[in-house]
């Protein structure tokens, strides 16, 4: 089978780095002219200090740099292009006013170091998103200085740690099931815990049989997504929370999946401690690429005294402050006050909403991951049989007997104009194909993505090699991960 | 609801395909008694027209004058329009974290070149993707170094940015690691003496900030020859970016005996404005031989399987996704937006805008520094050469520019940090300098 053309000789195709593209003498910069004397700076510091040039550091110009990153936008998808069906990733449209709102200057040039009364219209933003927080998840306050969802599990445990200091012994383990995110484990194990993992029974939900025989008194929590990274509803969280709670042990929550559940269901209404959410995943600020997330962690209570400092204070004047003097706390996990510009934005996402808004976003989202169960289960097999809320979980078991696998079905996804499910995640089904199109996709748009998986899962019958060597239509074809990482090539070099 | 596509004739439609009546029914797998039959008590939803009326409000209550002289640790500097102009395009802003690497070559390929970018400014071999920020970055470079060495003793100068040592704190105290501070002299720079005496053979690593909180430059090829003869590393943390223009960097020198092991920090002066403390943008630099004990992600170059140069997330063998409570950080993500923020930046000014920008820094600060030293009766601490940032003690209880430094340095009593960039024109200087002197 031949493969379609994918070469071109324009630009726009074949855009090289920066690093080759420069040419001494060019310029994008000016400076107003110095209006103070001018020194040799080698009067001014010891010439051991000063650096003689930066080698490799391109010359460009205005033109150039625009182009540039211009053409390389043109290499990347996004949801402003179409639906990003990403499972766990709530990847929604991100509305166009709360980028202008982040960007006013009053904001974008606010300095946290400036004396409260100056800084009175970001704290009171502060303020009111963590009230908004607490009350879509039913907590009872919210620090919003993590910097983004992993961040927000360490504070988190952190906080666990510190309640159980404070009542003499942290305690050993965390409890984490087995469908949950890598970032749990991984955030347990910083915070100086060992971690022990709970099975999951057939309904693709915590064994909660199990879960009794592994609570003991070194717990010190146990870390739950729910809905879970399957999308489906803990039905039993309740009586989980009760036995854990039984043994002086606290329960956390991954709120990656928030987007199934405001105005639905509240964590703390069932039993849940202390959780993280996402606020680039239910609250629209942008995914960026890959960052600035937000991960602010709300929490009961008993946790209250062990927040990160500084907490936002309202004062009896109706003004806020800053409050440094917190004896229990755990300390900055971050610099400042959190991803402030992020904060801004989600904001603005929630007061645009309301509260029948936020329920209405919710309902949309599972009706819409319900739809597509419906449509592709005949075509795939559905890793399990219980209710799906926001998202749905397939497996690549009927495509694997032609030896079509998840990873070619989410390339040949991108010659028909998608951006692949979530793929190889959770790590308990075997090829998970794990669809989440969000409240923000049309019908139209989810019925032309029906349409392209049920296309692909005829090739996958009557075509495998298509699938297996797709994508044909993308700028480049699959990089060769192992290469890559066998010998890496972190920078450019001169020459090299 | 403006941002839900499909109405109510639609989602009835899809319910029917479904096969249920209801959406209620779709909430089927959520006990009852789990239920919440009331609607969340928030404010009333606003209009585009309304949000706008809001937050312009809140936006104004906050001074923005960049005649107060603040930086310690967020820096006022000049920002090119360039810069938000292509941030702003949905390619970039809107897309996700390049897993799937074909359909994000312009992502991949931009972190790469902040990479490169990032290694040369250094003089180190390699910069990962991004971090968070300086203060969880400079955490991060402390479990890397105990990685590393297998030791757990830190000494760290009290001149880092005393918000990022609370953060290591917090990191790394139930994880066995002890840190141990080292004073500053009377020029305003670390220990030498102490340093020496404090090291020994349990060191891990050295832990400097150059330029130093209080604004003067650190001899830390010095140090960094100190703690390798101690056969510990040599850390330096970053928290002025810009200063990478004109300061010999840490990574660089003739014998790799006087150059830092890891370069960590924050450049949030490369375009990130300073958004009330984030979002910004962290860096990690080291030695290739050190790769993989890295925190974050890592974009390398490579080949499809027809020949052609691309882009792909790399040494994922590291990361949490597939090494659970074994990776070497719990980190997910980069700070994408703000890396692609500092590229831009510096394609901009190219090596020549870096270093004026630089000069008009260190010549604007020695103006205010002279200027108050002749006209007022305030003192300038500390005599070691400084870039953008002084300390001064007032005479009187006087209304001062700059941050308090009782908090973090009681000390230095009244003292105050000051900051003084390029944006700052003389006139403002001149200003400030009459306000401390009548």
């Given at each position: 089978?031949?493969?379609?053309?994918?070469?071109?000789?324009?630009?726009?195709?074949?855009?090289?780095?920066?690093?080759?593209?420069?040419?001494?003498?060019?310029?994008?910069?000016?400076l107003?002219?110095l209006?103070?004397?001018r020194k040799e700076m080698s009067e001014l510091m010891d010439p051991e200090l000063l650096r003689s040039e930066i080698p490799?550091m391109?010359?460009?110009?205005?033109?150039?740099?625009?182009?540039?990153?211009?053409?390389?936008?043109?290499?990347?998808?996004?949801?402003?292009?179409?639906?990003?069906?990403?499972?766990?990733?709530?990847?929604?449209?991100?509305?166009?006013?709360?980028?202008?709102?982040?960007?006013?200057?009053?904001?974008?040039?606010?300095?946290?170091?400036?004396?409260?009364?100056?800084?009175?219209?970001?704290?009171?933003?502060?303020?009111?998103?963590?009230?908004?927080?607490?009350?879509?998840?039913?907590?009872?306050?919210?620090?919003?200085?993590?910097?983004?969802?992993?961040?927000?599990?360490?504070?988190?445990?952190?906080?666990?740690?510190?309640?159980?200091?404070?009542?003499?012994?942290?305690?050993?383990?965390?409890?984490?099931?087995?469908?949950?995110?890598?970032?749990?484990?991984?955030?347990?194990?910083?915070?100086?815990?060992?971690?022990?993992?709970?099975?999951?029974?057939?309904?693709?939900?915590?064994?909660?049989?199990?879960?009794?025989?592994?609570?003991?008194?070194?717990?010190?929590?146990?870390?739950?997504?729910?809905?879970?990274?399957?999308?489906?509803?803990?039905?039993?969280?309740?009586?989980?929370?009760?036995?854990?709670?039984?043994?002086?042990?606290?329960?956390?929550?991954?709120?990656?999946?928030?987007?199934?559940?405001?105005?639905?269901?509240?964590?703390?209404?069932?039993?849940?401690?202390?959780?993280?959410?996402?606020?680039?995943?239910?609250?629209?600020?942008?995914?960026?690429?890959?960052?600035?997330?937000?991960?602010?962690?709300?929490?009961?209570?008993?946790?209250?005294?062990?927040?990160?400092?500084?907490?936002?204070?309202?004062?009896?004047?109706?003004?806020?402050?800053?409050?440094?003097?917190?004896?229990?706390?755990?300390?900055?996990?971050?610099?400042?006050?959190?991803?402030?510009?992020?904060?801004?934005?989600?904001?603005?996402?929630?007061?645009?909403?309301?509260?029948?808004?936020?329920?209405?976003?919710?309902?949309?989202?599972?009706?819409?991951?319900?739809?597509?169960?419906?449509?592709?289960?005949?075509?795939?097999?559905?890793?399990?049989?219980?209710?799906?809320?926001?998202?749905?979980?397939?497996?690549?078991?009927?495509?694997?007997?032609?030896?079509?696998?998840?990873?070619?079905?989410?390339?040949?996804?991108?010659?028909?104009?998608?951006?692949?499910?979530?793929?190889?995640?959770?790590?308990?089904?075997?090829?998970?194909?794990?669809?989440?199109?969000?409240?923000?996709?049309?019908?139209?748009?989810?019925?032309?993505?029906?349409?392209?998986?049920?296309?692909?899962?005829?090739?996958?019958?009557?075509?495998?090699?298509?699938?297996?060597?797709?994508?044909?239509?993308?700028?480049?074809?699959?990089?060769?991960?192992?290469?890559?990482?066998?010998?890496?090539?972190?920078?450019?070099?001169?020459?090299? | 609801?403006?941002?839900?596509?499909?109405?109510?004739?639609?989602?009835?439609?899809?319910?029917?395909?479904?096969?249920?009546?209801?959406?209620?029914?779709?909430?089927?797998?959520?006990?009852?008694?789990?239920?919440?039959?009331?609607?969340?008590?928030?404010?009333?939803?606003?209009?585009?027209?309304?949000?706008?009326?809001?937050?312009?409000?809140?936006?104004?209550?906050?001074?923005?004058?960049?005649?107060?002289?603040?930086?310690?640790?967020?820096y006022?500097h000049?920002?090119?329009?360039?810069?938000?102009?292509?941030?702003?395009?949905?390619?970039?802003?809107?897309?996700?974290?390049?897993?799937?690497?074909?359909?994000?070559?312009?992502?991949?390929?931009?972190?790469?070149?902040?990479?490169?970018?990032?290694?040369q400014l250094t003089g180190?071999?390699?910069?990962?993707?991004?971090?968070?920020?300086?203060?969880?970055?400079?955490?991060?470079?402390?479990?890397?170094?105990?990685?590393?060495?297998?030791?757990?003793?830190?000494?760290?100068?009290?001149?880092?940015?005393?918000?990022?040592?609370?953060?290591?704190?917090?990191?790394?105290?139930?994880?066995?690691?002890?840190?141990?501070?080292?004073?500053?002299?009377?020029?305003?720079?670390?220990?030498?003496?102490?340093?020496?005496?404090?090291?020994?053979?349990?060191?891990?690593?050295?832990?400097?900030?150059s330029p130093?909180?209080?604004g003067t430059i650190e001899?830390t090829?010095?140090?960094?020859?100190?703690?390798?003869?101690?056969?510990?590393?040599?850390?330096?943390?970053i928290?002025e970016a810009i200063s990478l223009g004109i300061l010999k960097p840490a990574g660089e020198?003739?014998?790799?005996?006087?150059?830092?092991?890891?370069?960590?920090?924050?450049?949030?002066s490369f375009?990130?404005?300073?958004?009330?403390?984030?979002?910004?943008?962290?860096?990690?630099?080291?030695?290739?031989?050190?790769?993989?004990?890295?925190?974050?992600?890592?974009?390398?170059?490579?080949?499809?399987?027809?020949?052609?140069?691309?882009?792909?997330?790399?040494?994922?063998?590291?990361?949490?996704?597939?090494?659970?409570?074994?990776?070497?950080?719990?980190?997910?993500?980069?700070?994408?937006?703000?890396?692609?923020?500092?590229?831009?930046?510096l394609?901009?000014v190219g090596p020549k805008g870096l270093r004026e920008i630089c000069e008009h820094n260190v010549l604007k600060t020695e103006?205010?520094?002279?200027?108050?030293?002749?006209?007022?009766?305030?003192?300038?601490?500390?005599?070691?050469p400084r870039f953008n940032e002084?300390?001064?003690?007032?005479?009187?209880?006087?209304?001062?520019?700059?941050?308090?430094?009782?908090?973090?340095?009681?000390?230095?009593?009244?003292?105050?940090?000051?900051?003084v960039t390029e944006?700052?024109?003389?006139?403002?200087?001149?200003?400030?300098?009459?306000?401390?002197?009548?």
């Open positions: 089978m031949s493969k379609p053309e994918r070469t071109s000789t324009h630009f726009s195709m074949n855009e090289s780095l920066l690093f080759e593209e420069g040419s001494p003498g060019r310029c994008a910069f000016d107003p002219q209006d103070v004397p490799g391109p010359e460009l110009s205005e033109v150039d740099v625009i182009r540039h990153f211009t053409r390389l936008s043109s290499w990347n998808y996004h949801i402003d292009l179409g639906l990003y069906p990403l499972g766990s990733c709530t990847m929604k449209y991100n509305p166009k006013i709360n980028e202008r709102m982040a960007r006013l200057e009053g904001f974008a040039l606010a300095h946290p170091y400036l004396p409260g009364e100056m800084i009175q219209g970001a704290l009171e933003v502060q303020k009111t998103l963590e009230n908004c927080l607490a009350q879509i998840s039913g907590m009872d306050a919210v620090t919003l200085q993590p910097a983004a969802g992993a961040h927000g599990e360490l504070t988190g445990i952190l906080m666990v740690r510190a309640y159980h200091q404070s009542r003499g012994n942290p305690r050993k383990k965390i409890l984490i099931p087995d469908s949950a995110h890598g970032t749990n484990p991984a955030s347990a194990a910083i915070a100086g815990y060992v971690v022990e993992s709970v099975p999951s029974n057939n309904r693709g939900t915590i064994d909660s049989g199990e879960l009794r025989k592994l609570v003991n008194d070194d717990v010190a929590a146990i870390m739950i997504t729910n809905p879970n990274t399957l999308g489906i509803f803990e039905s039993e969280i309740a009586g989980i929370a009760e036995s854990v709670h039984a043994h002086g042990a606290l329960v956390y929550m991954d709120g990656a999946n928030l987007n199934a559940m405001m105005g639905i269901t509240r964590p703390g209404d069932f039993g849940i401690d202390v959780l993280h959410i996402n606020l680039h995943k239910t609250f629209t600020t942008p995914h960026g690429g890959g960052g600035p997330g937000s991960g602010p962690v709300a929490v009961k209570k008993v946790l209250e005294p062990f927040l990160p400092y500084p907490v936002i204070q309202s004062n009896a004047n109706g003004s806020y402050s800053f409050n440094y003097d917190r004896p229990h706390s755990i300390g900055k996990v971050k610099a400042y006050n959190g991803q402030f510009g992020m904060h801004v934005r989600a904001l603005c996402y929630i007061l645009a909403n309301g509260a029948e808004g936020l329920k209405e976003v919710s309902e949309v989202a599972v009706l819409n991951a319900n739809y597509i169960r419906s449509k592709l289960k005949d075509a795939y097999a559905l890793a399990y049989d219980s209710p799906s809320l926001h998202e749905v979980v397939f497996s690549d078991r009927l495509q694997a007997r032609k030896d079509v696998h998840v990873w070619d079905i989410a390339k040949r996804l991108m010659d028909y104009g998608f951006h692949p499910p979530t793929v190889s995640f959770p790590l308990i089904v075997p090829g998970a194909i794990m669809i989440e199109p969000t409240e923000t996709e049309s019908k139209q748009e989810l019925d032309a993505f029906i349409e392209a998986m049920l296309a692909i899962e005829k090739e996958a019958e009557q075509n495998p090699e298509l699938v297996k060597s797709a994508p044909h239509t993308t700028r480049v074809g699959r990089i060769d991960e192992a290469a890559a990482a066998r010998k890496p090539v972190l920078r450019w070099r001169a020459g090299g | 609801m403006r941002y839900i596509p499909n109405s109510q004739a639609d989602r009835q439609r899809m319910l029917a395909e479904i096969g249920v009546d209801s959406m209620e029914q779709l909430f089927s797998g959520i006990p009852e008694k789990l239920r919440l039959r009331r609607f969340l008590d928030l404010p009333r939803a606003l209009s585009e027209p309304e949000l706008l009326e809001y937050f312009r409000k809140r936006a104004s209550k906050n001074e923005i004058d960049p005649a107060l002289f603040i930086g310690a640790g967020i006022r000049y920002i090119p329009i360039i810069i938000d102009a292509l941030i702003s395009r949905s390619e970039f802003y809107t897309a996700y974290t390049p897993y799937q690497a074909e359909i994000a070559q312009g992502t991949l390929q931009a972190i790469f070149e902040f990479q490169t970018y990032i290694a180190m071999d390699v910069a990962n993707a991004s971090l968070y920020d300086g203060s969880t970055g400079l955490a991060e470079a402390v479990l890397m170094g105990q990685r590393i060495t297998r030791k757990h003793k830190f000494l760290v100068a009290r001149t880092v940015h005393p918000e990022y040592l609370a953060v290591v704190d917090t990191y790394v105290k139930n994880l066995g690691i002890q840190v141990e501070f080292i004073d500053y002299t009377a020029d305003g720079r670390l220990d030498l003496e102490q340093l020496e005496r404090k090291l020994d053979t349990n060191t891990a690593a050295v832990v400097v900030q130093n909180f209080f001899r090829h010095v140090i960094a020859e100190i703690a390798h003869k101690r056969a510990a590393l040599s850390i330096t943390n928290c020198d003739h014998s790799e005996a006087r150059t830092a092991d890891i370069i960590v920090g924050e450049v949030q375009g990130v404005p300073p958004s009330f403390g984030g979002p910004h943008v962290g860096f990690l630099a080291t030695r290739d031989k050190y790769v993989r004990q890295m925190p974050g992600r890592l974009v390398g170059m490579g080949k499809d399987f027809s020949g052609r140069r691309g882009f792909v997330l790399t040494l994922s063998t590291r990361e949490q996704h597939i090494r659970r409570e074994k990776a070497t950080s719990n980190i997910c993500t980069n700070q994408s937006l703000c890396a692609l923020m500092a590229t831009i930046y394609a901009t103006y205010a520094v002279t200027q108050i030293r002749q006209r007022t009766k305030h003192r300038v601490l500390f005599a070691a002084f300390v001064v003690q007032p005479a009187d209880s006087r209304q001062f520019p700059g941050l308090p430094l009782s908090r973090f340095y009681p000390e230095l009593g009244n003292a105050r940090l000051l900051c944006i700052n024109s003389r006139e403002q200087i001149d200003a400030m300098v009459r306000s401390l002197a009548s």
